[in-house]
Nanobody, 122 residues
Framework: QVQLVESGGGLVQPGGSLRLSCAASGRTFSMYAMGWFHQAPGKEREFVAAISRLDGSTYYADSVKGRFTISRDSAKNTVYLRMNSLKPEDTAVYYC???????????????WGQGTQVTVSS
């Protein structure tokens, strides 16, 4: 069992930056691939980024490539999402997730956090 708690969301102006954190409980953090997803009002939850459990390989949605960076700190059982050059269309609730495979599909992730709101607006 893994429990995930996100933090770091908030209101930011277009072009600004935020860093989201996701703290995982338990000693098995290193056994899981980690992903970030977002869900805007009235839309389905979508893949944002993922990082593998083995070699730290990273994967991104096309819409965030070059702007967002996912990383993990196994010593702190935490995964991060650094978001730069934020746009209004990035506004959503952001969720972190843990799964056995590094994947873009929601169904591949077994554990989810409660989400943190990111609002990009002037």
């Amino acid at each position: 069992q893994v429990q995930l708690v996100e933090s770091g969301g908030g209101l930011v102006q277009p072009g600004g930056s935020l860093r989201l954190s996701c703290a995982a409980s338990g000693r098995t953090f290193s056994m899981y691939a980690m992903g970030w997803f977002h869900q805007a009002p009235g839309k389905e939850r979508e893949f944002v980024a993922a990082i593998s459990r083995l070699d730290g390989s990273t994967y991104y949605a096309d819409s965030v490539k070059g702007r967002f960076t996912i990383s993990r700190d196994s010593a702190k059982n935490t995964v991060y999402l650094r978001m730069n050059s934020l746009k209004p269309e990035d506004t959503a609730v952001y969720y972190c997730a843990a799964g056995r495979l590094t994947a873009q599909a929601i169904d591949e992730y077994n554990y989810w956090g409660q989400g943190t709101q990111v609002t990009v607006s002037s």
